[in-house]
């Protein structure tokens, strides 16, 4: 069962990797709808956490959500699984690509096909940012609501970078941590108290 389950994973992110263009942004959204949606192997929340992990971490996406995603699914192995999922494909394209490059770069053909597939993949994202803000929505949080907004505002308007945006954001969700801890503590109701 268990290496079933693994067979899977690798699968699972094999293909995904494989047919996916337009980055992390993309896969992790197919991600959602393979593991949450269809498999029901994580719940959504989870999900958004791993996403959020993902992109506020160094390095690519895909690879840092596949880290993630194999472990919360089965430990460790299922992290190398995942891991080996998602960067073979994208490995095996790219060698073949740099073989044909020029090939590829006077090709009417294949130029086409690429920007065709920008719209696609813009469509993706889209789709991405829709559910991600839906789901700050559905958390009925004002603060957390607004600093999706202001976030927007800033890169958007302001062109501020998202590394700055990423480390505000997460100084913002410590100190709120940090304040819902000692409000617990000061109620009596933190999780030291039950045990």
Not at 58 to 85: D, E, K, Q, T
Not at 168 to 188: A, M, P, Q, S
Request: proline share 3%; with cysteine; aromatic share 12%.
């Amino acid at each position: 069962m268990k290496e079933n389950r693994l067979w899977k994973l690798f699968i699972s992110t094999f293909t995904l990797s494989a047919f996916t263009f337009g980055g992390g942004f993309v896969i992790v959204s197919l991600y959602k709808k393979k593991f949450v949606e269809e498999l029901n192997w994580l719940d959504e929340d989870e999900m958004l956490d791993i996403s959020a992990i993902a992109q506020s971490s160094p390095g690519p996406i895909p690879v840092n959500a596949s880290v993630i995603l194999g472990y919360r699914i089965h430990g460790i192995l299922g992290s190398i699984v995942a891991i080996l999922g998602t960067i073979i494909p994208p490995f095996v394209i790219i060698s073949l690509i740099s073989i044909f490059y020029k090939e590829f770069k006077n090709s009417q053909i294949i130029s086409t096909a690429l920007q065709v597939m920008r719209a696609g993949v813009a469509a993706v994202i889209l789709d991405v940012v829709v559910n991600l803000g839906k789901n700050v929505v559905k958390m009925k949080k004002v603060l957390y609501i607004i600093v999706m907004i202001v976030a927007f505002i800033a890169a958007y308007f302001f062109k501020l970078s998202a590394m700055y945006i990423i480390f505000i954001c997460l100084g913002i969700g410590l100190i709120t941590v940090l304040l819902d801890y000692r409000k617990e503590k000061r109620n009596g109701t933190s999780m030291d108290s039950i045990h």
